[in-house]
């Protein structure tokens, strides 16, 4: 698994410095730990390879790695989506999706402009997304327009991009209870060599 640590910047850096020194305070009565060097690698594959866990209304449960699920690229047009049902992470088709062709799922919120999503990817997942919507940028006019408004933006358009977000979601919702499931993965875990 990726884990970017020549890449971090001095913040992410002392992000992961933090969490592993919290994981000391609390755990290092109970637990033996790697090297630090290890837990540095570690944290950053986490922050690079894991899922936000969600519940039915998107709102955040946690954390997870799926390294089978994290082999999916990224698309800002994703054919798949990744649902969730306990430990278990399933891959759901939101598109037609043929044999042989590309499983791909967004890493990051679709409803921001291109160029928004193409900074959160760099700065998130060293790199730079090429796929269609990011070469068209065809629904940037509608977010773009919203974010330029200084009077805020009229009622028509308000109800234009409830009724897009809600277009997503409801997709994502639909994907989430019908039988296209492409693929499940558990979460990982990794017991303890045995001494």
């Known amino acids: 698994m990726e884990a970017n640590l020549d890449r971090l910047d001095n913040e992410k850096r002392e992000m992961n410095e933090a969490d592993i020194a919290g994981l000391h305070h609390f755990y290092s009565k109970h637990l033996d730990f790697p090297d630090h060097q290890a837990l540095l690698t570690l944290f950053a594959q986490v922050n690079c390879n894991g899922f936000t866990v969600e519940d039915e209304e998107l709102s955040h449960l ?28 399933e891959v759901r088709a939101v598109q037609d999706v043929g044999q042989g062709d590309e499983i791909y799922t967004s890493y990051i919120d679709l409803l921001y402009p291109t160029e928004d999503r193409i900074e959160r990817l760099r700065d998130s997942y060293y790199f730079s997304c090429d796929c269609r919507e990011c070469k068209t940028k065809s629904k940037d006019k509608a977010k773009m327009k919203l974010r330029k408004l200084s009077d805020g933006p009229r009622p028509e358009e308000i109800r234009e991009m409830v009724r897009y977000a809600r277009i997503i979601i409801d997709d994502f919702r639909r994907a989430k209870h019908e039988k296209n499931i492409l693929f499940t993965a558990t979460v990982f875990c990794k017991k303890p060599e045995e001494t």
């Open 62 to 89: 946690g954390s997870a790695v799926f390294p089978d699920v994290a082999l999916m690229n990224h698309s800002c047009c994703p054919n798949a989506i990744v649902t969730y049902r306990g430990t278990l992470a």
